[in-house]
């Protein structure tokens, strides 16, 4: 399936990704594409702090850009945040546990392009975009690959901009 969402603020932004993160599970993988300041780090943080604030915790959520990797432990499943920039080799993928992540962990994914063929068999494919340098309003076009999200048009249906799946 295939959505394309209009994010008028960053407050739209962080509503969707609350909302998404009320269906995530371990195993789930998401994806996060997109220019520097698009929101990619703004709506991980939002899944994050959600899923944290469900079982009574608050936590900072820095963004991973020099650790590469944050863990945060929910009672749902682990959560991994990793910012994929500053990968120079595919190969450092292994020596960061991302493959046996993909497998438990709810993973958050900016910067995938530098998984190469190492994505998982299924995931959520989220590309932000800013149409206009000067606005605050970004596009989300999300694709789904795989089984098991169902969940998704539940999401999208509710959210106003949505175009309805492809």
């Not at 780090?41 to 820095?62: C, K, L, Y």
């Not at 340098?133 to 998704?152: A, F, T």
């Amino acid at each position: 399936m295939k959505y394309t969402k209009t994010l008028d603020t960053a407050d739209d932004t962080a509503a969707l990704a609350v909302a998404v993160s009320a269906h995530l599970k371990g195993g789930d993988c998401l994806l996060l594409s997109g220019p520097v300041g698009a929101g990619k780090t703004h709506f991980a943080r939002s899944i994050i702090q959600a899923m944290m604030a469900r079982d009574g915790e608050v936590e900072d959520v820095p963004s991973p850009t020099f650790t590469l990797v944050q863990v945060y432990e929910t009672s749902i499943a682990e959560v991994w945040h990793t910012d994929l920039y500053r990968l120079t080799h595919v190969d450092e993928l292994t020596e960061l546990g991302l493959d046996d992540a993909f497998e438990t962990a709810i993973t958050l994914v900016e910067w995938p392009d530098r998984l190469g063929s190492a994505r998982p068999e299924r995931y959520l494919d989220l590309t932000f975009s800013m149409p206009d340098i000067d606005s605050d309003v970004r596009m989300l076009d999300l694709v789904s690959v795989g089984e098991g999200w169902n969940w998704l048009d539940e999401v999208f249906n509710k959210a106003a901009k949505t175009t309805k799946p492809v």
